[in-house]
């Protein structure tokens, strides 16, 4: 977890899906009218979902658990960002 995707964020699976959520809906709002506003409902959705109540806390739970009393992950869960990324610190 230290090389890649996984050293510049802790959930680079969590923010690709949000991403494309928003990107699909961004994509769509050219054809939206009316009630059809209410499908920024979706995006907002899973958001809520993924980063604070099935996705990234359970995650972060069971990572914790399991790893939490390394010294090697605590340095990783300190130097590396939940979800935005950002170049690796050395």
């Known amino acids: 977890i230290q ?3 996984w ?4 959930h680079p699976n969590y923010l ?3 991403t494309l959520w928003i990107g699909l809906f961004i994509a769509s709002t050219a054809h939206l ?3 059809a506003w ?4 979706s995006p907002l959705f899973v958001v809520v979902l993924l980063r604070f109540i099935s996705g ?5 739970a ?3 658990a399991r790893w939490g009393h390394l010294p090697a992950y ?3 869960a300190e130097s590396t960002p939940l979800l935005l990324p950002r170049p690796p610190r050395r």
Do not use: Q
């Open 3 to 5: 090389t890649g995707l």
């Open 7 to 10: 050293a510049w964020s802790r």
């Open 16 to 18: 690709g899906e949000m």
């Open 33 to 35: 009218e009316g009630s």
């Open 38 to 41: 209410l499908a920024v409902l």
């Open 56 to 60: 990234v806390p359970m995650l972060e």
């Open 62 to 64: 069971a990572a914790e």
């Open 74 to 76: 605590r340095g990783y």
